[in-house]
């Protein structure tokens, strides 16, 4: 593939990575070639040792992902669609998982039909990718590093990826938008920006996104909240609340704590103990 391709930015939404980032031997996440540029937002890796089981928790983005994992139950290659919940996955022993993360609004593309279909739902990868998607698990599974790794998926990915839609790529830009700019925090908002009514732009993010407006507005708002709850000096609740648009300190602990399981008090507490 020629140089090394350049590493992608930190993750967020990691609610628990610490344990067995800690204990990898590998962590890596590197973003793509021109030619999936548009349409990939990075290849990632992860390869683990442990000596005690641990759990890894995470916000997913609405975003869907190829995996190919090995683990002590075995190898398998999958389609992971947006999941909407908590995503908490228990490490044990010995293995590694190697992923692809599309962006927003770029796998529809790939597939047709409306996006939603895939949410929460893990498929083989041949239930959309065929004999295809097969024959790239067994070059990843049987690949020395992660660049082959990469070279086997660029090869899977090219000759599939049409020319960018439209609306794919105005809905892609909008939800990426909505991941940096606080201005964004109501669904009337986020309409404004696209230039639809309501009720056109919940349509296009079923179809296009595969998660509602309202979900990706609340989903990167805890991103944020998460994040400044694990830095050294997490801010005052109100503050943090007010900061992320919401009506007052009371909403935005009943959201934080039914997606991420734990109060925000007690969630930045937990990571400083951790």
Partial sequence: MG????????????????????????????????????????????????????????????CVHLVVEVDGEGARAQVAGIHRGRFTRRLEGEGWVFG??????????????????????????????????????????AAADLEARIAASVALLAPRLPPPPAASLRL?????????????????????AAGLDARALQRAF??????????????YRLHEAAERLQSAEPPPLAELAAALGYADQAHFARDFKRVVGRSPGAFAAGSRGE
């Fill in 100 to 141: 692809i993360k599309f962006r927003p609004a770029m796998f529809q593309p790939l597939v047709g039909g409306s996006l939603d279909r895939l949410g929460d739902l893990a498929l083989p990868i041949a239930a959309l990718f065929g004999d295809d998607g097969e024959a790239w698990a067994r070059e990843v599974l």
């Fill in 3 to 62: 140089r090394a391709l350049p590493e992608a930015p930190p993750a967020r939404g990691v609610l628990r990575g610490a344990p067995p980032l800690a204990d990898a031997q590998e962590h890596r996440r590197v973003l793509p070639p021109p030619a999936l540029a548009d349409f990939v937002a990075h290849f990632w890796t992860v390869r683990w040792r442990l000596d005690a089981p641990t759990s890894a928790e995470t916000l997913p983005h609405p």
């Fill in 172 to 192: 892609r830009d909008l939800v990426e938008r909505a991941a940096i700019d606080r201005s964004l925090v109501r669904v009337d908002e986020l309409a404004e």
């Fill in 206 to 219: 079923r179809r296009h996104v595969g998660v509602t407006p309202k979900w990706v507005l609340s989903r």
